[in-house]
């Protein structure tokens, strides 16, 4: 027979509730007026929907103030209609493993922090330590978010590994075991630089781009590529990592076995080492106060950065690069050569401007939500003027973000202030 049985088919109502519950799940929050542009649904459609899944209590309407502070779960008022999805559903963990630092927060399902901590970690801490300390930081999240927390269930957990931790297999099996294990939730997790990227793409400088480059300096160097809305892990899982980009092969040796990979420039301790400076805000000072010797080595590392972005834009055509991490307390000391080189480099058609902005770091799955937000620092936007390198072409960029082209975003991330060796 020809027929077959046929798997029942969602009416055209379930369909658009799930988008619509799947773009509120990805963005954390929007008007009416955002769904309906962003699924293609009509204003009336979305109406409908967005009525029956807030009477339903899927869905909750947000005050501006709450979508732009929100924590408390009284979410009622109808002032500007901003819809999340209810934060009740649950809420969700997420770690940052780092060489030095280990950082927890926990989000709501409406993409609040709940709560938010950061511990130094001796580098020479065993791994086992690391989980234990990571478990103990979301122990401690969940008491201090109080009743909030009380009320409401742990649905996930998801870790960012350092790019050297999340290529050992047995790292990464032994510490979702443990986790699950410990919090009898799903784990998720993943290199702590592409979740950067992702967290950027999702609700940082590069929202509303389907491409885009992301690099992450501090301890290590790691980045993201996202190409068509989605994150590329490539064939050996390593997509993103300019770190290990050769710039020159007789350099200096690099953790990765090579020599004279971008890592190897412009890592943190080697920065802080060739300058002869303790840690990041010492060196800032020096880079302040026109220290010769800082100044030559934060402007060398500033132009090694924008010469190895320069070639992977050249080979991705993407965009937009975000540069993240603590090195970008910086701010124009290495920003300024890292624009000159790509500038140099670069013969895009519109170099549409430099954008610098705040910080964030969260990690976006289609099961699992993390979101960690820091301190935002926001340091000025260059002007894109005739003597910014990076205007030429675009002779008139009133509104850089609208702009099509290429634009560099600047994020920082926080908490590591002092990194250890
Ligand atoms: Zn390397």
Redesign the pocket.
């Known amino acids: 027979m020809a027929d077959r049985p046929q798997r029942p088919r969602a009416s055209p109502r379930t369909v658009h509730e799930e988008q619509v519950l799947g773009h509120l799940r990805r963005s954390g929050r929007a008007s009416r007026a955002d769904l309906g542009l962003a699924l293609g649904l009509s204003r009336s459609t979305v109406s409908g929907i967005t009525a029956e899944l807030v009477a339903r209590g899927s869905v909750v309407p947000l005050r501006r103030s709450q979508a732009a502070d929100g924590d408390g779960p009284q979410r009622v008022g109808r002032r500007p209609q901003m819809l999340a999805l209810n934060p009740r559903a649950g809420l969700f963990a997420g770690v940052d493993l780092r060489y030095t630092r280990t950082s927890a927060v926990v989000v709501d399902a409406a993409h609040d922090v709940v709560a938010s901590t950061s511990r130094a970690c001796p580098s020479a801490t065993s791994w086992d330590e690391r989980l234990r300390h990571a478990a103990a930081l979301v122990d401690e999240l969940l008491r201090a978010g109080g009743t909030g927390c009380a009320a409401r269930e742990l649905r996930g957990l998801g870790v960012g590994l350092t790019g050297t931790a999340v290529s050992v297999p047995r790292v990464v099996t032994g510490s979702r075991e443990a986790l699950e294990h410990r919090f009898a939730v799903p784990v998720r997790l993943g290199n702590n630089a592409r979740l950067a990227g992702l967290a950027e793409v999702v609700w940082g400088a590069a929202r509303g781009t389907d491409d885009v480059l992301y690099v992450r300096f501090s301890t290590g160097v790691g980045g993201a590529v996202v190409l068509d809305g989605r994150m590329r892990a490539g064939t050996t899982d390593s997509a993103g990592e300019i770190?290990?980009v050769c710039l020159d092969p007789h350099g200096p040796p690099?953790?990765?076995?090579?020599r004279g990979?971008l890592?190897?420039f412009t890592s943190l301790p080697r920065l802080l080492a060739a300058a002869g400076q303790p840690h990041l805000p010492a060196l800032l000072d020096a880079s302040d106060r026109g220290d010769v010797r800082a100044a030559r080595v934060v402007a060398d590392a500033g132009a090694r950065i924008g010469l190895a972005l320069a070639g992977a834009v050249t080979v991705l055509d993407v965009p937009r690069v975000v540069i993240g991490g603590e090195l970008l307390e910086l701010g124009e000391h290495l920003l300024d050569p890292v624009r000159k080189e790509l500038a140099r480099h670069l013969r895009a058609p519109s170099l549409a401007a430099v954008e610098v902005g705040a910080v964030a770091l969260l990690l976006h799955d289609p099961a699992i939500s993390l979101l960690a937000t820091s301190r935002p620092k926001t340091l000025d936007r260059p002007t894109a003027g005739s003597s910014d390198p990076l205007s030429r072409g675009a002779p008139s960029t009133e509104s850089p973000r609208e702009e099509p082209g290429f634009a560099l975003g600047a994020r920082e991330t926080a908490d590591t202030r002092r990194p250890g060796s």
Request: proline share 0%.
């Open positions: 770190g290990h690099c953790r990765c076995g090579g990979c890592e190897s």
